[in-house]
């Protein structure tokens, strides 16, 4: 079947807003670990808790903010989330010119763009639904394709910091939020169609419950929380002291290692978006869950560092399936009137388990050392797959929307 996404405009914008506000996160993501590790010279524990506390709170926004989508217009909660952000990096960017540049401000600066991230999320997700029509696989994967693609771009940006300046980066940063909030401002205003008798509190519970009722969602999105935990943790936390302590990097090696890894991500993406939608993408996800574990497995072996990075390469390939493939399992299966929220508690497992997972990494890094903490989410992996195909149907589900 030929896509016509290319051709639609609201499509063009859609990915134009993700373009930009994916940029900033990914810059982000390098920003708040490399200035906490590599330049502010934290311990793996200290990272780890700091991490955590900067990104517990954007759970409970995560759910809120699905709840407040599914009542109102996704469009408008984008546009007042991005109108506020693109101040906090101005916020830090000041903080360096004056010289305060510390855990305090890094800390408060990443609590602020993590909150507003998790907030954004869910509606972020539910204008593609609208946008993408009965193409959901293929507008979810092109969607991750655009994200991976300026995960690169973004990660590139950052890896400079300690070449071009952390204010500069900083300045990149928030003009990218504020070139996001005019693209979504252009996209057409949704219809509202939820009860106005229904209070927002009325509605977390309701979306709750429209999980525990599909058993598909519900597994998918426990297998995803799991895996996030352990191998997220794996990738923010023990791969920096990995490559600072062992290969002797410094930003720009760790940022090389994370643009391979996404390199690899949206390659992925490319070739699922050529063959989707697949009829089981449920079998898919589940299959991938233990090739990590040969993965990891190979990192553990301190392999010199080009093999290294082939490694990440392969490692970015299964995260763009299992990623890929979670997301549209939830989409396709969700009723409509709970898409907002079902994708909020679906971020939660994928978004709310950083906190976690930093936490529980750097501890294990600060005790056992960074390659014996990888051993967990190894072990975890092969648990998720036995777990998926011998306890639930999750392999077995088929999708609505494939020809064959």
Request: a neutral charge; hydrophobic letters at 55%; proline letters at 4%.
């Amino acid at each position: 079947m030929v896509s016509t996404l290319w051709q639609n405009s609201q499509f063009q914008l859609y990915l134009a807003s993700v373009s930009f506000s994916g940029t900033a996160m990914a810059m982000q993501q390098l920003l708040i670990t490399w200035l906490l590790v590599g330049i502010l010279l934290l311990p793996a524990a200290q990272v780890g808790l700091l991490q955590a506390l900067i990104g517990l709170p954007g759970i409970a926004l995560m759910l809120w903010g699905g709840a407040v989508a599914d009542r109102s217009d996704p469009r408008c909660l984008l546009i007042q989330v991005y109108s506020l952000a693109w101040m906090f990096p101005i916020g830090l960017f000041t903080a360096v010119q004056f010289e305060l540049l510390n855990v305090w401000s890094v800390g408060i600066f990443g609590l602020a763009m993590s909150t507003a991230i998790a907030y954004a999320s869910p509606s972020q997700q539910a204008i593609l639904n609208r946008i993408a029509g009965a193409e959901v696989q293929r507008g979810v994967t092109l969607s991750t394709i655009a994200s991976f693609v300026v995960q690169i771009v973004g990660l590139g940006i950052s890896g400079q910091m300690e070449k071009v300046g952390v204010d500069t980066v900083l300045a990149i940063q928030s003009t990218s939020l504020i070139l996001a909030a005019f693209a979504v401002r252009q996209l057409t205003p949704a219809e509202i169609n939820a009860d106005s008798r229904q209070t927002t509190i009325d509605g977390l519970m309701e979306g709750f419950k429209a999980v525990l009722d599909n058993r598909i969602i519900l597994h998918t999105m426990i297998i995803t929380f799991i895996s996030g935990i352990f191998n997220y943790g794996a990738f923010a936390i023990a791969l920096p002291y990995i490559v600072k302590r062992i290969y002797d990097g410094d930003a720009i090696g760790f940022a090389t290692m994370m643009v391979v890894f996404y390199t690899g991500a949206t390659i992925s993406n490319v070739i699922q978006y050529w063959v989707m939608p697949l009829a089981r993408p449920g079998f898919w996800f589940l299959a991938m869950q233990p090739t990590r574990a040969v993965l990891l497995y190979l990192i553990w072996l301190q392999p010199e560092w080009w093999i290294l990075l082939i490694v990440m390469f392969c490692w970015g390939l299964n995260m763009g399936v299992t990623t890929n493939l979670g997301r549209a399992i939830v989409q396709e299966a969700s009723e409509p009137r709970f898409l907002a929220r079902l994708l909020s508690v679906f971020s939660l497992g994928m978004m709310g388990a950083i906190p976690i997972g930093a936490m529980t990494i750097g501890l294990l890094v600060g005790w056992f050392g960074e390659y014996n903490a990888l051993i967990p989410a190894m072990f975890i992996s092969v648990c998720l797959c036995a777990y998926g195909f011998m306890l639930t149907s999750v392999g077995e589900y088929r999708s609505p929307n494939a020809i064959l």
